[in-house]
């Protein structure tokens, strides 16, 4: 059974869930994802392990024990 697909918003300098009033103030320092229901992995995100931030996929072929890759 799938899930509910949805939208949520993250700070791209933090990797923190923000509210959609951030997004509409922010929008070049926030991101929104679509999440749920059954597109199961349409397109990946890389963030460091450590800080949540999002990071290029050049920095994850250069410290790939530092960083992690999520299937949206």
Do not use: C, I, W, Y
């Amino acid at each position: 059974m799938a899930g509910t697909e949805h939208d949520v918003n993250r700070s791209a300098s933090t990797g923190k869930f923000v509210e959609d009033k951030e997004v509409e103030q922010e929008p070049s320092t926030t991101t929104t994802e679509t999440v749920g229901g059954d597109h199961g992995g349409d397109h990946d995100v890389n963030r460091s392990a450590s800080t949540g931030k999002f990071v290029k996929e050049s920095t994850v072929e250069r410290h790939p024990d530092k960083t992690e890759t999520q299937q949206l």
